[in-house]
């Protein structure tokens, strides 16, 4: 993988692992609740499940295009639509936050992940776009450490930033703003990537 594939994959994922999901709020509102430390737990065991399910996702679509190679066009442009469909998404931007919630233990955190339909769609997105079968297996891992980099270091801002960043992107004029932000560069993304 070159320097240019891997800050494409970067620009692609950038907004979807740092945006506001349910894992997100979870992190934003413990990292207010309870602090740093006490969210490290929370925060380890849903990254855990994350790389767990990247690379089960990479492997499993490594033998599927092994064989079944004429797939990969197939997979390609369902993951330009699905990035179309997000950026959609991103623009009908809407959150609401949870003040209320109790501390967050590892079993939580595993709980929370499995059952995360936002994160699963985020290694499908960059195996579909980034991946080529003729890279083999050590692309999968690169592209697994980039992506478990980017999820873990989202988390730990949502964490830091805690209730301010909640509170700060609840708010009605940011949530346009951000949709339009994050739309956009998913919009322009899912565009440069079916003309390539």
């Known amino acids: 993988m070159n320097m240019e594939t891997i800050l494409s994959c970067v620009i692609t994922l950038l907004p ?8 997100n709020i979870l992190f934003a509102a413990s990292g ?16 855990s499940v994350c790389i767990l399910q990247t690379l089960s996702i990479g492997f499993g679509l490594d033998f599927i295009l092994k064989n079944y190679p004429h ?3 197939i ?7 699905f990035l179309l469909y997000l ?3 991103f623009y009908n931007l809407s ?13 939580d955190g595993l709980v929370v992940e499995f059952l995360n339909v936002k994160y699963l769609i985020i290694p499908t997105i960059m195996f579909s776009q980034f991946y080529q ?3 083999g297996y050590s692309q999968i891992i690169l592209l697994s450490i980039l992506l478990a980099v980017l999820t873990m270091t989202s988390n730990i801002i949502w964490i830091i930033g805690g209730k301010s960043l909640a509170l700060f992107v609840s708010q009605k004029n940011m949530q346009k703003k951000q949709g339009i932000i994050f739309g956009s560069l998913l919009l322009i993304t899912a565009i440069w990537l079916a003309i390539n």
């Open 95 to 107: 959150i609401s936050s949870k003040d209320d919630i109790k501390p967050l233990t590892f079993t």
């Open 16 to 23: 979807i692992t740092i945006s506001p999901g349910p894992a």
């Open 133 to 135: 079968p003729t890279d």
């Open 32 to 47: 207010s609740s309870f602090g740093i430390k006490n969210s490290l737990p929370f925060w380890l065991s849903t990254n």
């Open 71 to 73: 797939t990969i066009e």
């Open 75 to 81: 997979i390609h442009y369902i993951g330009v639509a």
């Open 87 to 89: 950026a959609f998404k």
